[in-house]
């Protein structure tokens, strides 16, 4: 008998012993697995290959691009309809299982032998959401084997309504919604708790199969489905018989709606985005996804710039309008046109046009930069260079005209003159610093400095904003930060943008700021003067008028505003018209913005230029002053400013007045049709 119980106890003993080890083997085992697999409480970073997020520069959605959850429900809100419809389509025993149902597989199994075909999935919700997060959807041995595995995993990391919440908001519900929030605004435009059960049940019924069971694609394949489910939760005892009988005789009553962000809020800006990602990103970056791409864009400045273009652009013409921060090369508006969806073609960053005079930046500079003086004097007359003759507007000519009251009155004699005395290197090669003419080459003709040499809005934009950023070029940007599928940065503006580079002498730029603003207060700009700050800026028509420019900037804003026909047609219009809409965008948003002062106007000692008759060899690496005529005023000493307030010795030139050729009273220059500029 002792021997009898000795031998129970080591048999006991014996089992016990076994029994721990197995335990402790199938721990090892699991603990082995899951070593090879990933970290279930990643999800919540899941991003699906390709999704690309552009966000304004205050992080406001501009659009999702790719197969993006558009729009996610926060934890703890998951409408209770929704789930109970979805756990009787997809996973009646959702809260029994592990992660893998055995019991379902089973029942599976018998359904489809009875039906001669496959009519039940024993996929559960848990492992549908491995698959869609983790896995391919490859019909694999191996990946299934994953897949479970994966399962068990996540049922271990997460509860089960966290792994139901992912679900929701992860699978693909057909017609480009992934999730069911998504799915709620593109079949019936409503937020997934204003779903009714038959909406619910609906939705419910599409994960098997999503492009076939869409109601948008086949109403009468959807209703069956819709019934299936209603069946399933009327048995599940989630809604009663009579709540199941008045839900399958309801009508689809869909509303479509575009996915949420699927259109861009800025699509001429996007576009351009998406053409200047691949020079920052590697192919493998962008195709992974994942990314959230933080721009330049100043979302509300867009809207009203674009307001402004459709409605003020004269006599149906298209318009453009962009601004850059001069210190930083960031783009804060692109508008490329009255409609993207009438025509896609960005007329900010792919239209040639003539600059007209707003190209004059460039010889003004050169000259400024080569010792000419804003107070030099010119003379303003009819006049050819080898066989080329421009003209003033209206074959108006002033006579002798300081060089700032010839840039006010922008007058093409003397801007062909400064281009004849400081030669035409020294011209391409200003332009060239300001990223004018890379592209393109500029060509050693006297048409050049009146802007024959058609350019880009963005590209003239990025001139006239390193002149108000005192002769520093930033090439313009799109992008502050992107950011990768675990929120790492993958590139920074701070670190891996554009530094900037000198394109002029500071003192050249502030020289130019300050002829630029008299053009805005006096001159052929005074349509965009604002009351309450300085404004320097230029206006621009090319000939018959077919371009009409206005480049203007305050200290911490540079835009451009640019009207004409895409065949090139005349506008039968001027540049007040653009420095006219320049003023209505700028008054919108300039209380954003500090009132500034430019730098006042330096007073620089001219490097000194060779008298006529003594030439010395000219050294390549300076501006080549050019072998044309000097002014008729002695350049080589030191004069007083005479359009400085505090200088005693002179009065400022008065604005040029207009007498209407019938008779009536003079006007401001302004309000005269303006000279081919």
Known sequence: MIRTRRH?????????????????????????????????RGINLFNRPGTITLLSSNGKVIQKLGPATREKIKPGQMPQLVMQSFIAAEDRRFFDHDGVDLWGIGRAVVTNLKQGSVREGASTITQQLARTVFLSQDRTVTRKLKEAALAYKLERQLSKGQILEQYLNFVYLGSSAYGISDAAWVYFSKQPEELTLPEAALIAGMPPAPSLYSPLVNPEIALQRRSIVISRMEQEGFITSGEAEAARNSPLALKPAIPKYYNSTAPYFTTWVAQQLPTLLTPEQLEVGGLKIRTSLNLDWQRKAQKVVREIAPNGTEGVIVSIAPGTGLVRVMVGGKNFYSSQFNRATQALRSPGSTFKLFPYSAAINAGVKPEDIFLDKPRCWNGYCPKNFGKKYFGNISLADALKNSLNTVAVQLQDKVGFDPIIAMANNLGIGNKRPLGRYYPM???????????????YSAVTNRGVYVKPTAFEEIRGPGGDVLWSRRVDGDRGKRAMDSDVADTMNWMLQRVVSGGTGIAAKLDDRPVAGKTGTSEGGRDIWFIGSIPQLTTAVWFGHDNNAETKSNSGESAWAWKQFMTQIKSEFPAQKFPAKP?????????????????????????????????FGETDDPFNENAGAAKPAPTPRYVSPSGGPPVDEFFRPLPVQ
């Open 8 to 40: 129970w106890f080591l048999i006991a003993g014996v089992a016990v012993a076994i029994g721990s080890g197995a335990a402790l083997g199938q721990a090892a085992i699991t603990r082995a697995i899951d070593a090879t697999l990933p970290d279930a």
């Open 449 to 463: 400095a009146i802007g024959a040499y058609e350019q880009t809005v963005l590209d003239m934009t990025a001139a």
């Open 603 to 635: 007073k620089t000692v001219r490097p000194v230029l060779q008298r006529p008759g003594k030439k010395k060899a000219s050294d390549p690496n300076k501006p080549n002053p050019g072998d044309g005529p000097l002014p008729d005023r002695d350049l």
